[in-house]
């Protein structure tokens, strides 16, 4: 038996996936959680097979909820449930150890797939949210080949990304600050800015970082 926990607050969601695997005799939801809190507790003396987990919840954000149950559990399966398809969630929920994702709006075949897929220990993404990381993927390689970025470069704007100053740069990547001044001017100029600030929001908006 298949056992399943659901952790969201919205009565509705609960109540449809439970219609959903009602016939399924292989499968059973053996609670439901409106809150991490709830789900944390009831975690502590249980142990589900997957769980169902809404990234929008009232007092844990779900991809640091995520976080959390890996620790306690490296087998449980995590799949993600959510009303926004978004790439940066979808990369941050595996990144923390989720196995899969899928959008409410989902048809019932596809939460069986799903459940299926990640007890093989594969990850499973809906057809829209694995197109929305190709998307994610194609524009990135258009704004590299746009932008030409070297190794270094990128390297670089990402630690700019991250908050760290030249000198913390410099000392990171065992570069002289002359160097990493160089890269940051060739930055700027392949850019077309004149100020760290724009630089991020240009890179942010072509997905380079």
Do not use: W
Not at 29 to 44: C, G, R
Not at 58 to 70: A, T, V
Not at 133 to 157: D, G, P, V
Request: contains cysteine; glycine residues 4%; hydrophobic residues 40%.
């Amino acid at each position: 038996m298949v056992k399943i926990l659901i952790i969201d607050d919205h009565p509705l969601v609960c109540d449809g996936i439970k219609t959903m695997l009602k016939d399924e005799s292989s499968m059973k939801v053996v609670n439901a959680s409106k809150t991490a809190t709830e789900a944390l507790f009831f975690l502590t003396t249980n142990q589900p097979d997957i769980i169902l987990l809404d990234i929008s919840l009232p007092d844990m954000n779900g991809l640091e909820l995520c976080e959390k149950i890996r620790t306690i559990s490296k087998t449980v399966k995590i799949i993600g449930l959510t009303s926004t398809n978004e790439a940066g969630i979808i990369t941050g929920l595996l990144q923390r150890g989720g196995n899969g994702y899928l959008l409410k709006n989902m048809e019932r075949n596809e939460l069986i797939e799903a459940i299926h897929t990640v007890l093989k220990e594969k990850v499973f993404l809906s057809r829209a949210a694995n197109d929305k990381i190709l998307e994610q993927f194609q524009s990135r390689t258009a704004a590299e080949e746009t932008y030409l970025l070297t190794r270094r470069e990128k390297e670089i704007l990402q630690l700019l990304a991250n908050g760290l100053t030249g000198p913390q740069i410099s000392e990171k990547l065992f570069l002289s600050p002359l160097t990493v001044e160089t890269h940051r001017k060739n930055l700027f100029k392949k850019f077309k800015v004149h100020s760290i600030q724009l630089l991020l929001k240009v890179a942010r908006d072509s997905s380079l970082i």
